[in-house]
Structures are given as C-alpha cells and as structure tokens.
C-alpha cells in the first residue's frame, strides 16, 4: 500500500476527512496546475513570456536554475577600465556567460551589447547580464556633487539632473547606478561628505526620494531609466575621525533617528537596491548585519529589492575580525542579508559548498536569486537585453542636459559673505583673476566624475572673460594648490596692483574629497592662505571663489574677504554659474546643508545636536563654540523681511492637523529665491531630542516689493513624533516649539 492509499484509507473514516480530503486535492490540484502553466515546455518557458507576471517569471526561471547558475546571479565582477584607484580591479577578459552582474566601467554601448550576447546566446537560460557603475553625479553631463546640490534645496531639480543621468547611463549600456549616497555626515574631515547630502537627516532623505524617482522614473522598463542604490547601508557617515573604512559607534537611538530615515524614504520611493557599508556598526560589520539588513530593511520595511555589497566588503569580515575564513565571511554575509557579492567572488567560491553541508538553507539563496531576478525582469532585460547604439554626440552633454546642469549649479551656489555689497561687480571693472584653481578644468567635476571629461568644463577664467567682455582682466596663477613654493607671489601681487577689484580663485583638488581622502584639517593648504592673506595687504576688495568637496574652516581667511562665493565642485558647466553670480546676472539663492567650523578642532558640529545639561556652558576656552557660516546660511542679492508666524490653531489633537504660515516680503529692489526652513523643537519628551529638526523645507521665486506665503502644514504623526530605539514612531502630548528664521511658535498636543 502507497502512503497515498494509506492516507485515503485513514481519511475516509469519517464525512468530515472526506470533505477536508476534497479541499486538499483542490488545493493540489491548483498548485500543479499553476506550476505546470508556470514551467510549460521548454520551447516557451513562462520566464521568457513579457506577457507573464515578474512573479511567476522569477518562479518559473528559479525552477529551472541549478545552484551553480543561481550563485552567479549573487556575483559581480568588474570590467574595462576601473577608474577607482581604492579597488584594484582589473581588465576581465573572460567573463562567463552565467554572470550576474558586472560593474561596467566602460561607456560603449557595443561592448555591453557584445557582453550580452554572450550571456545570452551562450548560457544555458540566457539570464541577461545586469550592468552597473557608479554614477555619482552625472554620466557625462556631470552635475555639482551631491553636498552642492543639497544647497540648492531643490529637489526638483536633483530629480531632473538624476534623470539625465539615468538616460546618458542607460544608451550607454547602464542599467544601474550605486547612487544616491545618502549617508548623513557631520564631519567635514571625511571625504565622502562630498557624495551625500549634508548633516541633516530629514534633507537626506527628501533628496534621497529626489534622486531614486529621477534614476527609476515611473518606470524601470523604460529604456530612459535605470536602478537606483541606496548606500552606504547604514551609519558609513559616522566614521570615527573622519576616517574611512573604519569602525563607526552607533547607539540605536542615534541609528534610528538619523542614519536610517534616509533610507526608509529611498526604500519607500522605491529604490531597486541598497549597498551594505564597508563599516562595522558598534562592533557588528555593516554586510554581516542581520538586524539591519533583513530585520529592519527587508522585513520591517518590506524591501523587496535587493542589497549588493559595498566593494569586497564580504571579504572584509575577515579583517574586520568576525570571520576567520572566507567561508565564514560568506556565510556571515549572506545569512545577514547580503545577496549580491561585490567583487571579491567569494560567493561563487564558497556557497555551493554551504548549501551542501546544510550551513546555508536554499530558501536563502532562492530568495537572494528573486531578488536579483526580479530587478532584470522590472528593468526589461529579458525582453530587450541590447541597447541601441546610438553615436556619442547624440547620448551626451545634449544642450536640454547642460541646462539641466547650469541650473542645478547655479541653484547650488552658496554666498557667504558679502561685506559692503562688494558683489555684484560692474560690468566694467577690471579684475584681476588670481589662484590654482583660476584655470582648472579637471578639479571643478569633483570625485566620482565617471566619464565626465576636463575638456568638456569651462574654467572659471574662461567663464569671467565671456561674462566680462568689456572689463580689463589679467591673470596670474599665484601659487599652486599645496607645497611651499611662493615664487608667483609676486606676479599676482602685480596682477593684483593693476586691477580694483581681486578675484581670488582658492579649494581643493578633486582628489582631496571623495572615498579614501580624509583630511585632519579642512582648512586650505597654508600656500593657499598665505597668499590670500599677501594679497589683502593692497587693501584691494577680495572675492574670494572656493572650490572644494567638503566645508572648510575659513577661520583665519574669511576677515580678509570682503565676499566668499562657494561654488562646490559645480561639474561641467565650471565657472558659468559663479560668473553670472559676480556680475549680478544670476541671484544667488544657495544655502549650506552642511555647518562650517569656525575651526576643525570644533568637529563634529552639526545644528542639530541634542539638548544638553547645561547650555549656556561647555564652551571652549581657545576659541569660539559658534561656526562660522552655520547650517541653511546663506545670502541673496536682494533682502527678505519675514512676518510673523501664524497658526490657525494653538492647540490639536494627535489627529488633528495645523497649519502654520509665515509671509516672507523681498523689500530689495530684484528678484530672488528663498528657502524657508521648518524646524520643530520638542523640549520635553522620553527621549533626549535635537535643539531643533528640519521637518519641511521650501524654495519660492518672490518677486522684487512682493510677499510670498509659505505655508507648512503639520501633521503631528509625521512632523512632531520621534522614532525610538526599536523603530516605533512615538508622539508624545505636550507642548512644541515650530521655528522659522528667529520667529518661534508654540504649540500644544493634546490626547
Ligand atoms: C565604494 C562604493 C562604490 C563601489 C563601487 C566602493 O569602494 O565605497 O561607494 O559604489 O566601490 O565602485
């Protein structure tokens, strides 16, 4: 007797196993039936049906994988020309066809299309291969860097330039960015404060939602678009010292309240993927991190995308001292919720192994295998795995492109300083244009400037003469970015001499910011001060132009500058921007995402600190506990009188909403944009909470004697609630504090 027969003698006993056997053969019945549909026969597999469900496509091609084919689909190797110099990569010229992924560094559409035919023509399923690089900030046409355009406080249009980008990427064979970096930072010393938005996590992550909506558009199947990656997943930003790739100390409360609320709202726009850090969070690396990767993001939050590790960070374990072999590390990674290996191929050393002697369920390796499955479906791939090759003069730096990138950068523009209304600068006035970066090309695309080209910038120099065609404008370098080398000094004293005005061109080189460049002052190279400081001894008016990848400490220079322009590393368009600022055509409207020390050994300071004991104590005995230009600082050539602020209520419920609204008039004589900041102030709660928390933030054109309404609607669960250390949002009655400018509002919450 079969157990079948065995089971029906059993149930037949009684009426009800008959019905309840009845109801089990239906069931079955549907199972095979969806299952048979799903693998049909060979010549039209369901996996190559577009008609059919992502689902039961990615069930379908799962089925039919061996553990061989499905490790890799978890792997991604490098290929062509690695232009990041932390990771030596490397040419691959045998690439199998059976790959995942590959981290293509190339911009020929027809390799890819080559690599592809490959893949499909020569793999036993023809899984497409799914191509990514990181653009960071632009492709070609680059863009400021991310810290810029935080400045511009205008997501809108990071939007528009994220989907240039998207669209340069994906005609040139890309199909996935690791971009947006949405690490908040607040040390200025570490490098990467360049990628990422700034110190302040509710910026973070409305500029995350910018980014991974003009990456992903409404549509990955759309041949425009491309996946976005959220990274580095999470807490990177906190590296110790300023350091990279090092440990980073994380209470859970902090981590809950500023690291990952940059993330959720990327996740719940619908990034395709996030990247686990190269970091250890308090003593559990960031890509062996179970409670992060798969208790918060894939099973509190839902994330069905997928998470690829940070480049060898699998591997790193080891170093990192919680792995001792690299199957341990595999095995770590993986189990935490890593699905893709970046790099150091130790997936597709060691899994096959784990899944044999039982360390490593299948269900875990089918579910990273969906994941990654479902992203080459969503994106198209199996149904149109070629992209056309279309000539390069018609995919880059189009002329719709570049305006995209001169507002971006315009809008990102920071005036600092503008003593005695020295900018604008008449239209016929000479000046002198002095310093390193006067005529650079390559150092005003910033790091990470994928195939953006120095040809292609125009030079700050280059920009003043076309904007200044009537003024006398002579140049001299001065000295070069560092060293000791004071010989043009004199030069650019002449230069100077001979002009009224002194356009002093000072910053970092590109390779000052980005991965792997800390620094352990962030003020300019003594040359670099020194000769500011000669030149403001001929008591000539100094407009100093920074160009930089992080806030500086321009302590000791900043009082011999009658104005200080921070043009950030502006991406091609170079110089334009500044210059329409200098002469007055463009107003700026910038404001700082990120505080500048009065001096580095202030660090960290960040607006939004916790209350503390004793706030009027504390100070430092040397120096000045304020910064220097402080967070959302930053001038216009017009001037804005705020109202009063006015809510329609002093008192809700937590179900009620307010609205609040303050009336901000330009009582200058031209036009000009404003950012309004919300902050909300809790004095009292469970939990310790920031002086103040951006909450909403919002930029308007106001025209010259005109008034503007800005208006913030609060609804108590999102704006006044905090998140604790488990996760849970938390809205507490009591009293609030809502605050514009120095105008302040309070508010009661009421059960
Ligand atoms: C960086 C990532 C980058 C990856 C791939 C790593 O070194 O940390 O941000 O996306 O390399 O180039």
């Given at each position: 007797m079969t157990s079948m027969q065995l089971n029906r003698k059993l149930l037949n006993r009684s009426g009800f196993y008959k019905g309840f056997l009845i109801l089990v053969i239906f069931i079955l019945l549907i199972v095979v039936s969806c299952t048979s549909s799903e693998n049909?026969?060979?010549?039209?597999p369901v996996y190559k049906d577009k008609n059919a469900p992502i689902e039961s496509r990615v069930r379908d091609l799962i089925g039919r994988m061996t553990i061989e084919e499905k490790i890799y689909q978890l792997t991604q190797v490098a290929f062509g020309k690695n232009m990041n110099i932390n990771n030596i990569g490397g040419e691959m010229d045998k690439i199998p066809p059976e790959m995942g992924s590959i981290i293509y560094v190339n911009q020929d559409p027809a390799v890819r299309n080559a690599l592809q035919k490959k893949a499909i023509e020569d793999s036993r399923l023809g899984i497409p291969i799914l191509f990514a690089n990181d653009i960071i900030h632009g492709f070609k046409t680059i863009y400021p860097i991310s810290l810029g355009q935080a400045c511009s406080w205008n997501p809108e249009i990071v939007k528009q330039a994220c989907a240039v980008a998207a669209k340069e990427s994906r005609s040139s064979g890309i199909d996935w960015t690791f971009s947006p970096m949405v690490d908040v930072a607040r040390d200025p010393r570490w490098g990467r404060v360049a990628e990422g938005y700034g110190e302040d996590p509710y910026a973070n992550a409305v500029f995350s939602i910018a980014s991974v909506q003009g990456y992903q558009g409404d549509d990955l199947g759309d041949e425009n678009t491309i996946a976005a990656c959220l990274k580095h997943y999470v807490g990177y930003g906190a590296s110790e010292g300023g350091r990279d790739y090092v440990y980073t100390e994380i209470s859970k409360q902090t981590l809950w309240d500023t690291y990952l609320p940059p993330f959720e709202a990327g996740v719940n726009a619908g990034a395709a993927t996030i990247m686990s850090g190269f970091h250890d969070i308090s003593g559990v690396p960031a890509s062996a991190n179970y409670y992060t990767l798969t208790e918060v993001l894939k099973e509190k939050w839902g994330f069905n995308g997928f998470v690829v590790s940070d480049w060898n960070s699998v591997k790193q374990l080891r170093s990192q001292g919680v792995a001792g072999s690299d199957r341990e590390a595999t095995l770590k990674a993986i189990t935490a919720g890593v699905d893709m290996d970046m790099a150091d191929g130790l997936y597709l050393e060691n899994v096959a192994e784990l899944i044999k002697d039982g360390s490593l369920p299948v269900a875990r390796l089918d579910d990273a295998v969906s994941r990654v499955l479902r992203l080459k479906f969503q994106l198209a791939l199996f149904d149109r795995p070629y992209v056309l090759e279309v000539p390069e003069e018609e995919r880059y730096l189009l002329p719709e492109y570049l305006l995209v990138a001169e507002k971006l950068a315009e809008e990102s523009t920071v005036l600092l300083k503008n003593e005695h209304k020295t900018l604008p600068i008449s239209k016929k006035a000479s000046l002198a244009i002095i310093g390193p970066m006067a005529k650079e090309q390559e150092n005003l695309l910033g790091s990470w400037s994928a195939h953006g080209e120095a040809k292609d910038v125009i030079s700050i120099y280059e920009a003043m003469q076309q904007e200044f065609p009537d003024s006398k404008i002579i140049y001299a370098k001065g000295c070069d970015f560092e060293g000791i080398d004071k010989t043009g000094f004199s030069e650019a004293l002449n230069v100077a001499r001979k002009a009224e005005i002194v356009v002093l061109c000072l910053g970092e080189k590109n390779s000052w910011s980005g991965e792997n460049a800390s620094r352990s002052t962030i003020s300019l190279p003594e040359i670099q001060e020194d000769l500011l400081t000669e030149l403001s001894r001929l008591n000539k008016p100094i407009v100093l132009l920074l160009t930089n990848g992080r806030p500086l400490e321009l302590g000791r220079i900043e009082?011999?500058?009658q104005s200080i322009v921070?043009?950030?590393?502006?991406?091609?368009?170079?110089?334009n921007p500044v210059a329409g600022i200098i002469s007055g055509r463009i107003n700026p409207s910038g404001k700082l995402a990120m505080t500048f020390p009065f001096a580095t050994g202030q660090i960290p300071i960040y607006y939004n600190m916790r209350q503390q004991g004793r706030p009027r104590s504390g100070k430092y005995q040397d120096i000045t506990t304020e910064p220097l230009f402080e967070f959302t600082h930053g001038l216009s050539y017009t001037s804005f009188k705020y109202g009063e602020l006015k809510a329609d209520k002093d008192t809700i419920t937590k179900t009620e909403k307010l609205v609040i609204d303050i009336s901000v008039s330009n009582i200058g004589d031209r036009d000009g944009a404003e950012v309004v900041h919300w902050f909300v102030t809790d004095?009292?709660?469970?939990v310790s909470r920031p002086v103040k928390e951006l909450r909403y933030f919002e930029k308007q054109m106001i025209r010259a004697g005109q008034a503007n309404v800005f208006r913030f609607e609060i609804d108590p669960m999102r704006d006044l609630s905090y998140v604790d250390e488990l996760g849970n949002r938390m809205l507490e009655s009591g009293e609030y504090y809502i605050s514009v400018n120095n105008k302040k509002v309070k508010i009661s919450l009421i059960d």
């Amino acid at each position: 007797m079969t157990s079948m027969q065995l089971n029906r003698k059993l149930l037949n006993r009684s009426g009800f196993y008959k019905g309840f056997l009845i109801l089990v053969i239906f069931i079955l019945l549907i199972v095979v039936s969806c299952t048979s549909s799903e693998n049909r026969d060979d010549e039209s597999p369901v996996y190559k049906d577009k008609n059919a469900p992502i689902e039961s496509r990615v069930r379908d091609l799962i089925g039919r994988m061996t553990i061989e084919e499905k490790i890799y689909q978890l792997t991604q190797v490098a290929f062509g020309k690695n232009m990041n110099i932390n990771n030596i990569g490397g040419e691959m010229d045998k690439i199998p066809p059976e790959m995942g992924s590959i981290i293509y560094v190339n911009q020929d559409p027809a390799v890819r299309n080559a690599l592809q035919k490959k893949a499909i023509e020569d793999s036993r399923l023809g899984i497409p291969i799914l191509f990514a690089n990181d653009i960071i900030h632009g492709f070609k046409t680059i863009y400021p860097i991310s810290l810029g355009q935080a400045c511009s406080w205008n997501p809108e249009i990071v939007k528009q330039a994220c989907a240039v980008a998207a669209k340069e990427s994906r005609s040139s064979g890309i199909d996935w960015t690791f971009s947006p970096m949405v690490d908040v930072a607040r040390d200025p010393r570490w490098g990467r404060v360049a990628e990422g938005y700034g110190e302040d996590p509710y910026a973070n992550a409305v500029f995350s939602i910018a980014s991974v909506q003009g990456y992903q558009g409404d549509d990955l199947g759309d041949e425009n678009t491309i996946a976005a990656c959220l990274k580095h997943y999470v807490g990177y930003g906190a590296s110790e010292g300023g350091r990279d790739y090092v440990y980073t100390e994380i209470s859970k409360q902090t981590l809950w309240d500023t690291y990952l609320p940059p993330f959720e709202a990327g996740v719940n726009a619908g990034a395709a993927t996030i990247m686990s850090g190269f970091h250890d969070i308090s003593g559990v690396p960031a890509s062996a991190n179970y409670y992060t990767l798969t208790e918060v993001l894939k099973e509190k939050w839902g994330f069905n995308g997928f998470v690829v590790s940070d480049w060898n960070s699998v591997k790193q374990l080891r170093s990192q001292g919680v792995a001792g072999s690299d199957r341990e590390a595999t095995l770590k990674a993986i189990t935490a919720g890593v699905d893709m290996d970046m790099a150091d191929g130790l997936y597709l050393e060691n899994v096959a192994e784990l899944i044999k002697d039982g360390s490593l369920p299948v269900a875990r390796l089918d579910d990273a295998v969906s994941r990654v499955l479902r992203l080459k479906f969503q994106l198209a791939l199996f149904d149109r795995p070629y992209v056309l090759e279309v000539p390069e003069e018609e995919r880059y730096l189009l002329p719709e492109y570049l305006l995209v990138a001169e507002k971006l950068a315009e809008e990102s523009t920071v005036l600092l300083k503008n003593e005695h209304k020295t900018l604008p600068i008449s239209k016929k006035a000479s000046l002198a244009i002095i310093g390193p970066m006067a005529k650079e090309q390559e150092n005003l695309l910033g790091s990470w400037s994928a195939h953006g080209e120095a040809k292609d910038v125009i030079s700050i120099y280059e920009a003043m003469q076309q904007e200044f065609p009537d003024s006398k404008i002579i140049y001299a370098k001065g000295c070069d970015f560092e060293g000791i080398d004071k010989t043009g000094f004199s030069e650019a004293l002449n230069v100077a001499r001979k002009a009224e005005i002194v356009v002093l061109c000072l910053g970092e080189k590109n390779s000052w910011s980005g991965e792997n460049a800390s620094r352990s002052t962030i003020s300019l190279p003594e040359i670099q001060e020194d000769l500011l400081t000669e030149l403001s001894r001929l008591n000539k008016p100094i407009v100093l132009l920074l160009t930089n990848g992080r806030p500086l400490e321009l302590g000791r220079i900043e009082p011999h500058c009658q104005s200080i322009v921070e043009m950030w590393q502006p991406g091609v368009v170079g110089g334009n921007p500044v210059a329409g600022i200098i002469s007055g055509r463009i107003n700026p409207s910038g404001k700082l995402a990120m505080t500048f020390p009065f001096a580095t050994g202030q660090i960290p300071i960040y607006y939004n600190m916790r209350q503390q004991g004793r706030p009027r104590s504390g100070k430092y005995q040397d120096i000045t506990t304020e910064p220097l230009f402080e967070f959302t600082h930053g001038l216009s050539y017009t001037s804005f009188k705020y109202g009063e602020l006015k809510a329609d209520k002093d008192t809700i419920t937590k179900t009620e909403k307010l609205v609040i609204d303050i009336s901000v008039s330009n009582i200058g004589d031209r036009d000009g944009a404003e950012v309004v900041h919300w902050f909300v102030t809790d004095p009292v709660s469970t939990v310790s909470r920031p002086v103040k928390e951006l909450r909403y933030f919002e930029k308007q054109m106001i025209r010259a004697g005109q008034a503007n309404v800005f208006r913030f609607e609060i609804d108590p669960m999102r704006d006044l609630s905090y998140v604790d250390e488990l996760g849970n949002r938390m809205l507490e009655s009591g009293e609030y504090y809502i605050s514009v400018n120095n105008k302040k509002v309070k508010i009661s919450l009421i059960d």
